[in-house]
């Protein structure tokens, strides 16, 4: 999606040349780029696959050395992986998948949540107030539904426009597995419904954050719940109700990792990336 790479990373871009790596960036539906000839392929930025996720997982199932892999990339782009990580004992902010072809009975109260399954950016993702939006809900999930599309409904965690959403950012440490690494804060994106009239944007509001110990704590619980190996992950959560930290999404495919709000974070991955390489 950025040919050059975005912005963001190239602290990490110069951090590997610091330490004597070759850096490209191909963008991963270019015919031409030979991903065979990498000593290892990171995938950063490639926010354009929602349209077409089938044909970026395939893609990914055919390079060879991906960090992080296929079988994650194929998993991690659909959200009903919050299914799993709910059965295995992470506290997931309550989440109900419409599947295309069933109907869907809104509530009559709060705020609610209905975005796609597969998505990235917040796109055709809307926030509604029952019981006076609950038909622009009905639509956004039929809107989905014909589309060929799972739709999610979830509450509409209210903290998020004081305390924020926290992003916590996990890479390997010196003996491969992945440990806390550093977090930031970011401030609430959705103000009201979404009419399928408009493209999702990436304002977001970012500033550094110190995370709390336990949202460090639930942070462990979901990467110890995440297949072995991987290269980076990032843990979402919000506060709930109840004040404790719920996981909104873990992002191991292309998530913004936040390399200028953190001194030293770029420099641990490159070290981590070229511990790989050897």
Do not use: C
């Amino acid at each position: 999606m950025f040919p050059e790479l975005y912005q963001e990373e190239f602290h990490l871009r110069d951090a590997l040349r610091a330490r004597g790596v070759t850096v490209e960036s191909p963008l991963w539906d270019d015919p031409a780029a030979d991903w065979a000839s990498y000593d290892l392929a990171v995938l950063r930025s490639t926010w354009d696959y929602p349209a077409r996720r089938d044909e970026f997982v395939a893609w990914a199932h055919t390079v060879p050395r991906l960090a992080n892999p296929a079988a994650v990339v194929e998993w991690n782009t659909d959200k009903h992986y919050l299914r799993e990580l709910a059965a295995a004992g992470v506290p997931v902010t309550p989440t109900t998948f419409v599947e295309p072809g069933e109907t869907w009975q809104p509530g009559t109260t709060g705020e609610w949540v209905v975005k796609p399954t597969i998505s990235a950016g917040s796109k055709d993702t809307g926030r509604y107030a029952f019981p006076g939006e609950a038909d622009l809900a009905v639509k956004h999930v039929a809107r989905l539904h014909e589309a060929g599309r799972t739709a999610m409904v979830q509450p509409y965690l209210t903290a998020v426009d004081g305390v924020g959403e926290t992003a916590l950012l996990y890479t390997p440490g010196p003996d491969g597995t992945l440990g806390f690494s550093h977090s930031i804060r970011k401030g609430p994106l959705l103000t009201g419904p979404d009419l399928g009239d408009k493209d999702a944007g990436y304002a977001e509001e970012i500033s550094p954050r110190t995370a709390s110990a336990e949202e460090v704590a639930v942070g462990d619980r979901v990467v110890a719940a995440l297949p072995v190996g991987l290269l980076y992950a990032r843990v979402d959560l919000i506060p709930g109700p109840d004040g404790a930290p719920l996981l909104v999404e873990v992002e191991l495919t292309e998530p913004s990792l936040f390399w200028s709000y953190a001194e030293g974070s770029a420099e641990r991955m490159a070290d981590a990336i070229v511990a790989r390489l050897r």
